[in-house]
């Protein structure tokens, strides 16, 4: 009977050599769940798609905030929620003027569980706003990361407001070039990281990674975070498509910093959120 079983043994054996390995981890640093995403994608179904993706974690805004909190409610251990600021995305043009908002602000981070605020829209005419400069101060007294969309001059002023802030820079800013990044960072090297959310065919035309970005990522590989930005439902049907893109272009670089890229850095800016350990 033993000898029977060996070649079937061996058999085991050999497939399971040949198995494809899981995907290096990732964490999703900018996504959205906002009322026409939640009418198609139950909680349940997003989770289908993070797990078909072999994404671990997912930072999520959403308009209404309380859709984000209910993704949140669903899948704790997976779920990094953050405060949209916009009852619809109606208001991504107008919020910056609605001098009631922080109050509502401050009064809904009260209630249920919140790791940052934001995605906030704002280019350079604004950025001295009262309402924008009292968001800043309210992010940061609570230790909150402020997810930012907007020109350098936006996030240069909520360092002036706050230089204690943790600023997350989405969409490699609006000037998504090496050199002015570059700049940034070196401006704020313990409190600005970035994604590269939306930016894949600029960073790595046809999937090849052009080599002044891989450069940047290589200067400051503690600094940039990998992101989809489910910025409509069409994107969460398409989900695992862009994850599958974004990995493309980082799996020719180290594994330290690829590792970092998709899921070390993200777990960083977040740890404070994030069960102990942040890394299994």
Not at 8 to 24: E, F, N, V
Not at 36 to 49: C, G, K, Q, V, W
Not at 122 to 147: H, I, K, S, T
Request: charged residues 20%.
């Amino acid at each position: 009977m033993m000898r029977a079983a060996l070649p079937a043994l061996c058999l085991l054996g050999s497939l399971g050599a040949g198995a494809s390995p899981p995907p290096p981890p990732m964490i999703d640093a900018h996504a959205h769940y906002s009322a026409p995403d939640a009418t198609e994608f139950s909680p349940a179904a997003i989770l289908a798609r993070l797990d078909a993706a072999g994404v671990r974690r997912l930072v999520v805004t959403s308009s209404p905030p309380q859709l984000a909190q209910r993704l949140y409610r669903h899948a704790p251990g997976r779920i990094i929620p953050l405060l949209g600021v916009y009852a619809s995305d109606l208001h991504k043009g107008s919020w910056v003027h609605d001098a009631g908002l922080p109050a509502r602000v401050a009064a809904q981070l009260e209630h249920g569980s919140w790791a940052g605020i934001g995605e906030l829209h704002l280019f350079a005419g604004d950025a001295r706003q009262p309402v924008f400069e009292q968001l800043v101060r309210l992010a940061a007294a609570r230790r909150l990361v402020l997810m930012l969309h907007g020109d350098a001059e936006v996030v240069e002023h909520a360092f002036v407001i706050a230089p204690e802030v943790r600023v997350l820079w989405a969409h490699l800013g609006t000037r998504p070039q090496p050199g002015p990044l570059a700049a940034m960072l070196d401006r704020h090297p313990a409190t600005l990281w970035i994604d590269t959310s939306v930016r894949d065919e600029r960073i790595a035309p046809g999937g090849a990674l052009l080599p002044e970005w891989r450069a940047l990522f290589e200067r400051y590989p503690d600094r940039f975070v990998a992101a989809v930005d489910t910025f409509s439902a069409n994107r969460w049907r398409h989900y695992a498509a862009v994850v599958a893109q974004i990995r493309d272009w980082i799996e020719p670089l180290p594994p330290p910093l690829k590792n970092r890229l998709l899921h070390d850095n993200a777990a960083q800016l977040f740890d404070a959120f994030l069960p102990s350990p942040a890394r299994p």
